[in-house]
């Protein structure tokens, strides 16, 4: 019995894709301070309060930030990697 539970577990590991990690709410919290700091002094330095041109920017800055830490989860680019190794291989010119 053991051993027909451990060949089927083999079995559904052996057939399941590799999949990358989700970043956690907490990995984005430091966009969300910067975008706060930001859109804070971007306000005060405005004088008016009104900001108008304020929101844009941290919108675009916290967005770059949400980008960034989406894409240190995704796995690398298969055809990347392949350039990369046949760039590394001896004889290839380096």
Do not use: I
């Amino acid at each position: 019995m053991r051993l027909s539970l451990c060949a089927l577990f083999c079995c559904l590991v052996g057939w399941v894709p590799a999949v990358g990690a989700s970043p956690t709410a907490n990995e984005f919290e430091p966009c969300h301070r910067a975008a706060a700091a930001h859109l804070q002094r971007c306000l005060s330095d405005d004088g008016t309060g009104a900001g108008q041109a304020c929101w844009p920017q941290v919108r675009r800055r916290y967005e770059a930030c949400r980008d960034a830490v989406v894409r240190s989860h995704q796995p690398p680019d298969a055809a990347r990697l392949k350039a990369l190794r046949e760039a590394s291989r001896p004889g290839s010119g380096r």
